[in-house]
Nanobody
């Protein structure tokens, strides 16, 4: 069975840092683009980091650019999101996503999410 499990969330003060991890099983991660999304209460889910198979082509939402950095370790089937300079508006549930289109079919898998709360 395909499973993505996020970890590393928690409560942090403004200006602090967190590192999220996404451990994948049931897929070959090297065949997938990896993405991080977040969703705050009452808001739409938004893409914050896109880390494709070619990691150097990663891009980020303007709101997090320069503060967040995504990475991947395909051999360990894990993706990461390093979050620095956290702000209250970063408070959300963060989701890991693995995506590919292959053989005429879309493959799109999601983790359960991990809560990040930025507050004094």
């Amino acid at each position: 069975q395909v499973q993505l499990v996020e970890s590393g969330g928690g409560l942090v003060q403004p200006g602090g840092s967190l590192r999220l991890s996404c451990a994948a099983s049931g897929i070959t991660v090297s065949e997938y683009d990896m993405n991080w999304y977040r969703q705050a209460p009452g808001k739409e889910r938004e893409l914050v980091a896109h880390i494709p198979i070619e990691e150097s082509d990663a891009f980020y939402a303007d709101s997090v650019k320069g503060r967040f950095a995504g990475s991947r370790d395909d051999e360990k089937s894990t993706a990461f999101l390093q979050m620095n300079g956290l702000k209250s508006e970063d408070t959300a549930v963060y989701f890991c996503n693995a995506w590919r289109y292959y053989g005429g079919r879309r493959y799109d898998y999601w983790g359960q999410g991990t809560q990040v709360t930025v507050s004094s």
